[in-house]
């Protein structure tokens, strides 16, 4: 099992009286749905994996390297938040334009490369906007055009879409399955929607109580019965 | 509407003066009424002689006594009015509020005072207090204080907003006449500060912000008798000192002229006077019935009281505090 | 600029309250103006516009605009260095000390003041036994400046990190992730934050410092230095010139109205949600970047406020608490300052969140009105405010019986404007946040503030709540005016113990008023945010 890009070893924290450990190894070019109860620990391993938090112990590979010490900014990913990707006072164009450079100073060319990916979430005319005057799909879209110019190679999404209307949500599913390709992102997406992991993801983790119970291809994670926790989450009895 | 709230004032106000029958009210300043002033044991003192009850209302100093009055008017709740200073009578005489008192101008020992109005009660000269640990040489007259030049500072109270900064005032102007302007110039590089009041003045002096402050020639004796120690004496000058005499008077008005023409009498007597001394820090106006403690014969006894009458005073106070003004200030 | 909806139902009574309480302002602070006004004869000593008042004028607008500007610039600093660095020991004793300037009389402070940076203060013994040279000294400009910046900065830096304290903590978790440096940090999050609480807090020191009266008489080192306060004290207790007085206040509301109203042009709004948990956990905070920076910052801003108050402390361990705690009316004065506080800040807190959920609701015109409304009575000089209530009391009321409710409203109003600016920017997140969904469910009136503006606001209202406390514990001038030998406050009962040459009961007093200022902001900020903290 050496083809996992990334590689979560043991990777222990503490919040209040919960203790968690976590183990998960994911390939390249996989779209890993992480799935549970809230309060399970999921938004805790991508805060961990992004380096927010610091673990107690344990490891987090990237293409055999452990990054667990590194600053977030350094370590090869993006993450896209439910809520509050973008800078409130900064318009579109310069929230993206932060994904190259923090201090948003760009040369003509680095422009273009904002303009392009501006242009591929569909929000062109809206680029001189404040986030306050866009929707909540269009904030997300924005963002996505952020984590389009980073050119990071893995994608942490902390339940982006929970907001979002059902049309809207399959749509900005879809958006997030063109770039994965166009890219080649490796994916972590948390949800505590079954239907998020059925439509989106190739593989789905079932987390419960701080740990990883399985990780398995998603529809037949949704029809195995070894793991009663995860037929409980369902309500399948 | 207005009609029938004054009317509600009215029935009011007479239902507080039938509820207050036998009750003496006083309207005086703070610190004559807290608990180590003198108020507390002229009052029992005054009960016991009368038979009736003493109800001080405090009011934070001698300009907003007055001012208290100009607002009520007529319908002040006061009998006695204790602690206005000689400064400003006139203007309380012209509120036309006040009855004579009855009894003999002259009959006691405040310097260069006789009036039919106004009884003094108590009085104290102004003085440059110093700090004799790091002054050794006091000046020995206000022409050298002012001209003592800018080494050793001196504290000053604001004329605008304080009664010993209008003294101090009043003094350069009895000293210097015509020519105060000129030395208020000349001191001014001397002057650390001017504060609103004497009890900013005297927290930076006794902070050791400067070697000399304006205060009262009786300040030593507190020093002396609270807390034993010496090192602050007062500067006696050649030309005489600024008096401040503190008065009372009976308002005509009052339902109570009676008690308050007792209080009057009693004001001069030893249940009084003897209180002043220690608590208020004056010099009293009347008999004591044993004599001041020794402190107070260690303090200066200024060669000449220098006053101007009240009238004076009222007519060229604005004219003298613009030439402070002009003269003090860059 | 978000968009707001049309008005609907609902906002109605919303905003009909908010008229309440501005009629009830402009009638509790304005009638006695005008009373005074036009009940006595001016003697035409002074006119408006004769070169004192001018240069007066003059004075108190340039040191009044120094002072604010110093004191929001050093707070900016202060308040990032303390949002970014959450854990080092004594933050929190830090920030209930930086809310005590507000609660000491200004008298106690400038003492402070002299004990630390004074001829034969603190900083002047070290220099000497260092063999260096003497400090100048503090009197003039530079004294004022130091004092205002002493009572300002503190809550400057206070307001400034309730507002950074706003930002969401994904966009910290997001600037650590796009590796923001901390020039960064400060460009696209901390100062943009910031400058949305600045013209508030500009505008509130700069009014404090337009009406301050004893630091800058006392400090200014002659009459070059006075204030219109000073001119308006003067015209009513010196020459009983009530008339004067009013139209000088007229001219300082007047000016000031208009300063308000330019700063009003720099506010912008801009949503941000509020949260619920207190500390966000900064992913930057033990960031070694700028610590020497940050640590320099706090440590400086620490001690120029812990030592004059450090100060007032050791002045007042030497009074004879034996008998100081001996006397009742300690007590009493403890006692009422206390209940007075209490309520009075209890009045001006709804006051002004009446008026700052109307401004949310409202466009930038009636938003002005209602700001307008709440900041005004600062620069009502308390003499005028005092007197003219007096005259209406004593002219309908027995004064003897009414006073404590006298003092309780004009403490009230001078509180106000000290919690509209922590409120207002709260409740215009707030409205912007959950307008639609609030909206939608049809929740309305009280029951949609207890679900939904009281528990994410909670951390606004216990700062605006502590600041009106403390404001209230320190004031002097009305209590002045209404005390009776009943009634008596602590910095009541101060001054009369300095008025009879009790310095060191006084400074006993000042020390006990100190540690009631602490305990009641350790109480406040402990009830109303840690008791009800929201489970994980």
């Known amino acids: ?237 | 509407m207005t009609r029938f709230l004054s009317l509600t004032a009215l029935i009011l106000w007479l239902m507080c003066l039938s509820a207050a029958a036998g009750t003496l009210t006083i309207y005086t300043y703070e610190s004559f009424v807290t608990d180590w002033g003198p108020g507390p044991k002229i009052k029992s003192n005054f009960e016991k002689q009368c038979g009736c009850t003493v109800k001080f209302v405090a009011i934070q100093d001698g300009v907003a006594i007055l001012n208290r009055l100009k607002l009520e008017g007529a319908s002040t709740a006061a009998d006695v009015v204790l602690g206005l200073d000689t400064n400003l009578v006139a203007e309380a005489k012209a509120l036309k509020l006040f009855a004579p008192h009855g009894l003999d101008p002259a009959g006691h020992s405040a310097p260069g005072w006789t009036d039919d109005v106004f009884m003094p009660y108590d009085y104290g000269h102004f003085a440059f207090v110093y700090d004799s640990d790091s002054l050794k040489k006091p000046p020995e007259s206000l022409a050298e204080l002012v001209e003592g030049g800018a080494k050793e500072k001196i504290i000053i109270e604001d004329p605008r907003t304080s009664t010993p900064g209008l003294g101090l005032l009043l003094w350069m102007k009895v000293v210097f006449g015509d020519r105060a302007s000129e030395a208020w110039k000349t001191l001014r590089p001397r002057i650390l500060t001017v504060t609103p009041g004497w009890s900013e003045a005297y927290g930076l002096f006794t902070k050791g912000e400067a070697p000399m402050v304006l205060s009262y020639t009786t300040s030593p004796a507190y020093h002396m008798i609270e807390e034993k120690t010496d090192r602050y004496k007062a500067a006696k000058f050649s030309e005489g000192h600024y008096v401040q005499i503190e008065v009372a008077g009976m308002i005509q008005s009052s339902k109570n002229q009676k008690l308050a023409r007792k209080f009057m009498d009693f004001m001069l007597q030893p249940g009084f006077q003897d209180v002043i001394p220690t608590s208020n820090w004056m010099w009293p106006a009347g008999k004591t019935s044993k004599p001041l403690p020794k402190a107070f014969d260690l303090l200066i006894k200024p060669e000449k009281s220098l006053m101007l009458d009240p009238e004076t005073v009222a007519r060229n106070r604005k004219a003298w505090t613009d030439e402070w003004l002009n003269a003090t200030s860059q | 600029m978000a968009q707001r909806d049309e008005p609907v139902d609902g906002h109605r009574t919303a905003i009909v309250a908010a008229w309440v309480v501005t009629f009830a302002i402009a009638a509790i602070a304005v009638v006695p103006l005008l009373r005074l006004a036009t009940s006595f004869d001016s003697p035409g000593a002074m006119s408006l516009f004769e070169p004192y008042i001018l240069g007066i004028l003059r004075f108190t607008l340039m040191q009044a605009t120094l002072s604010a500007v110093l004191s929001a610039a050093l707070a900016i600093p202060v308040a990032r260095a303390l949002a970014k660095r959450q854990h080092f020991p004594g933050r929190e004793l830090l920030l209930k000390l930086f809310a005590v300037p507000l609660g000491l009389p200004q008298l106690i402070a400038v003492l402070g003041i002299i004990s630390v940076y004074g001829k034969e203060g603190l900083l002047n013994d070290l220099l000497a036994a260092a063999a260096l040279p003497l400090l100048p000294a503090v009197f003039g400009l530079k004294g004022i400046l130091l004092a205002h910046v002493f009572f300002n900065f503190p809550m400057a830096v206070r307001f400034l990190l309730a507002r950074l304290e706003t930002v969401p903590q994904e966009n910290w978790r997001l600037a650590a992730s796009l590796g923001f440096r901390p020039v960064d940090y400060f460009r696209h999050l901390e100062w943009p934050n910031m400058r949305l609480a600045l013209p508030g807090v500009f505008s509130l020191i700069f009014m404090l410092c337009v009406t301050s009266f004893t630091i800058v008489l006392t400090l200014g080192g002659g009459p070059q230095a006075t204030t219109l306060e000073v001119a308006i004290y003067q015209a009513l207790r010196f020459d009983f010139d009530p008339a004067l007085a009013a139209r000088l206040a007229g001219l300082q509301i007047a000016l000031c109205a208009l300063l308000l109203l330019l700063l009003q042009r720099f506010s912008v709004s801009v949503a941000t949600p509020p949260r619920l948990r207190i500390s966000v956990m900064r992913p930057d905070g033990d960031d070694s970047h700028g610590r020497l920076f940050d640590a320099l910052a706090i440590l400086l801003g620490g001690l120029f406020v812990a030592m004059p108050i450090g100060a007032v402390l050791s002045d007042g361990l030497g009074a004879d608490f034996g008998r100081l705690l001996g006397d009742q009316t300690l007590w009493r004065a403890a006692g009422w300052s206390t209940v007075i506080a209490l309520t009075a800040a209890l009045l001006a807190t709804t006051a002004a969140a009446t008026l700052a959920q109307a401004i949310a609701r409202s466009d930038a015109r009636r938003a002005s009105v209602f700001r307008l409304a709440g900041n005004l009575v600062l620069l009502i000089p308390p003499l005028i405010l005092a007197a003219g209530a007096f005259l209406i009391v004593h002219q309908n009321f027995d004064p003897q019986k009414s006073a404590l409710f006298a003092v309780i409203i004009i403490n009230a109003m001078m509180a106000l404007p000290f919690a509209l600016p922590v409120l207002e920017p709260a409740f215009r997140t707030s409205f912007e946040t959950h307008e639609r969904l609030a909206a939608s469910l049809g929740m309305r009136g009280f029951s949609r503030f207890r679900l939904i503006e009281w528990p994410t606001l909670k951390p606004s209202f216990a700062l605006a709540f502590l600041a009106t406390v403390l404001i209230s514990l320190g004031e002097f001038g009305v209590i002045a005016f209404f005390g009776s030998e009943r009634l008596i406050t602590l910095p009541l009962l101060l001054y009369q113990r300095i008025g009879s040459y009790r310095f060191n009961d006084a400074a006993g007093v000042a020390l006990i008023l100190l540690l009631l200022c602490l305990a009641l902001s350790l109480l406040i900020e402990r009830k109303m945010l840690f008791a009800t903290r929201p489970p994980a």
């Open chain 1, 1 to 237: 099992m050496t083809n996992a890009v990334l590689q979560i070893v043991a990777l222990t924290f503490r919040y209040e009286d919960m203790q968690m450990c976590f183990d998960l190894d994911v390939e390249r070019g996989e779209f890993v749905a992480v799935m549970g109860p809230s309060g399970a620990g999921k938004s805790t391993l991508l805060s961990l994996i992004a380096g927010f938090e610091k673990p107690l112990a344990g490891r987090v590979v990237w293409e055999g390297t452990d990054i667990s010490t590194w600053r977030p900014a350094d370590r090869p990913l993006s993450i896209l938040f439910q809520d509050n990707n973008l800078f409130a006072h900064l318009d579109v164009f310069t929230n993206v334009a932060l994904g190259i450079s923090p201090s948003a100073k760009l040369n003509d060319e680095q422009r273009k490369v904002v303009a392009t990916a501006i242009g591929r979430v569909g929000l062109t005319s809206y680029a001189a906007r404040l986030p306050g005057e866009l929707s909540g799909g269009e904030r997300q879209r924005a963002a996505l055009a952020r984590i389009l110019v980073r050119r990071k190679p893995l994608l942490l999404l902390d339940e982006p879409f929970a907001a979002l209307g059902p049309a809207l949500k399959k749509e900005m599913i879809e958006l997030v399955k063109e770039l994965q390709v166009e890219l080649g992102l490796t994916i972590l997406l948390v949800t505590h929607d079954p239907l998020d992991a059925k439509v989106a993801a190739s593989h789905t983790a079932f987390i419960h109580r701080g740990r990883i119970l399985a990780k398995r291809k998603t529809e037949e994670l949704f029809k195995s019965r070894d793991i009663p926790a995860l037929r409980d989450y369902l309500g399948e009895t």
